[in-house]
C-alpha cells in the first residue's frame, strides 16, 4: 500500500515480506554491566537476520571478557577489542563502517530495544526506498527489565528529508534519543559516518545530513528504543551543561550545511531558522534565572569576578545569541530580557507578568512533550 509523504498509514501490525539482515554495532566502555542485557535484546529480536558488532574502547572493568563470553556462546556476536581508548566517535564509525548488513542499527552498551522494533523499522525501510533512516519512540528506563513495552503500531509516517530538516531547523532540537533509529547501510555509506568535531551532537549532525539526501520514517505507536538513564551516561557528565549543548548544537546545523544540507532547496533560509531559534533559546534561558528569583543562577550582565556562582551564565548566554544572530536584539526575548534587567531579580520572580511568563513557559514545554510523544517531532 502506496504512503505519500507526511502522512500516515493506519493499520495492524506490519512485519516485513523477507528476512532483512540487520547489523547492529554496539559500542562499549565500562559498561559491562550493562552489556549482556543489551546484546540479548538484539539477538532476541525476531522477523529479522541480525549480526551483533561489540566495539570495546579500552574497558577497564569486565567489559571484554564478557563480550567475548557472548561471541563464544553465539556466532552471531563478533568482537573488537581495542588496547587504548578511541573515543566514542572513532569507535562509532569504525563499527558502523564494518558492517555488511542491508540496514544498520547504532545501540550504546547501556540501552536496549524492545521485542520487535528491528521487524518494524525494517517493514517501513522496506516499503519505502526513498527512506534513508527510519526511527521511533523511545522509553526511558532506570531500572532492568525495563517497563512493559508498548508494542501495537498505530500508524506509519514518511516525510520528505527536506520537511524532516525544516522541522529540525525550526526547533532546534534533537528530536531523537539513538537507540530507536535504524539505518539504510547504502545511504549512510554515502553521508559518511558522526563527526569527532561534534561528540555531543554529532547524532542530530547525521540524522540531518541523511534528511539532506533521503526521506525520513517513524513508526508510530510501539516503543522502538529503550533508553537507560543513569550518572554515568555521556549526557549527565561529559557533555553536560547548558552552554555547551546550545554551542554543539549551532555547530551541527553549521555542519550540516557545509555538507549535503546546502544542496538542499532554501538551504540558506533553513540554517537561518536554525540560528535565530537557538538565539531565542539562549535569551530564554537567560529569562529563566530572573523569574527564578535564585542568587545563585544568574549573574547581571557585564559584572563578573564578584564570587557568585552562576548555574545559568546570563552574560554567556547573551554572548552567545548575539553570535549565533546578529540580529538578537530583535527578538521579542531579548525585549523581555531587558525588561528583567530593569528590576531586581526579586522583583522580577515577584510581578505578575514574569510570574505568568513562566507559568507559560512552562506549560509550553508540556505540550511540546506531548507534541513529540506522539508525533516524533
Request: one cysteine or more; charged letters at 25%; a positive charge.
Amino acid at each position: 500500500m502506496a504512503l505519500t509523504h507526511a502522512s500516515h498509514r493506519s493499520d495492524g501490525a506490519v512485519l516485513p515480506t523477507s528476512r532483512h539482515r540487520v547489523s547492529v554495532v554496539v559500542p562499549c566502555f565500562n559498561y559491562g554491566r550493562f552489556l549482556r542485557d543489551c546484546v540479548e535484546s538484539v539477538l532476541s529480536q525476531d522477523g529479522v537476520d541480525v549480526d551483533v558488532l561489540i566495539v570495546d574502547n579500552a574497558s577497564d572493568d569486565d567489559s571484554p571478557a564478557i563480550a567475548s563470553a557472548l561471541a563464544e556462546a553465539d556466532s552471531r556476536v563478533s568482537v573488537v577489542l581495542h588496547e587504548r581508548n578511541l573515543g566514542h566517535i572513532a569507535s562509532f564509525n569504525e563499527g558502523l563502517w564494518a558492517v555488511d548488513g542491508e540496514y544498520a542499527v547504532l545501540l550504546c552498551a547501556d540501552d536496549m530495544l524492545p521485542p520487535g522494533s528491528l521487524a518494524r523499522a525494517a517493514a517501513l525501510l522496506e516499503a519505502h526506498p526513498s527512506v534513508g533512516f527510519v526511527y521511533g519512540r523511545p522509553v526511558e528506563f532506570c531500572a532492568v527489565p525495563p517497563p512493559p513495552p508498548r508494542l501495537a503500531i498505530k500508524s506509519w509516517t514518511v516525510w520528505s528529508g527536506r520537511e524532516w530538516l525544516a522541522l529540525r531547523c525550526r526547533s532546534g532540537v534533537n528530536c531523537i534519543r539513538h537507540p530507536e533509529v535504524m539505518m539504510r547501510s547504502s545511504v549512510l555509506r554515502r553521508v559518511g559516518g558522526f563527526r569527532p568535531e561534534l561528540p555531543h551532537t554529532g547524532d542530530l549532525e547525521l540524522w540531518m545530513r541523511l534528511s539532506a539526501v533521503a526521506d525520513v520514517g517513524r513508526v508510530n505507536g510501539p516503543d522502538q528504543g529503550c533508553y537507560r538513564v543513569h550518572p554515568q551516561s555521556l549526557r549527565r557528565t561529559v557533555y553536560g551543561g547548558l552552554l555547551t549543548d546550545l554551542r554543539q548544537r549551532r555547530d551541527a546545523f553549521a555542519w550540516t550545511f557545509k555538507g549535503p544540507g546546502r544542496l538542499v532547496a532554501g538551504a540558506g533560509a533553513l540554517h537561518d531558522s536554525a540560528r535565530r531559534v537557538l538565539a531565542a533559546e539562549a535569551l530564554d534561558r537567560a529569562c529563566r534565572a530572573y523569574d527564578r528569583g535564585r542568587p545563585d543562577l544568574w549573574a547581571p550582565w557585564g559584572r563578573r569576578g564578584h564570587g557568585v556562582h552562576s548555574e545559568i551564565p546570563v552574560d554567556e548566554l547573551v554572548e552567545f545569541a548575539c553570535d549565533v544572530w546578529p540580529e538578537a536584539k530583535r527578538l521579542p526575548q531579548w525585549r523581555k530580557l531587558v525588561r528583567r534587567r530593569r528590576l531586581s531579580v526579586r522583583h522580577a520572580q515577584l510581578l505578575p507578568p514574569f510570574f505568568v511568563s513562566a507559568g507559560v513557559r512552562r506549560a509550553a514545554g508540556k505540550i511540546r512533550a506531548m507534541r513529540w510523544r506522539r508525533s516524533g517531532v
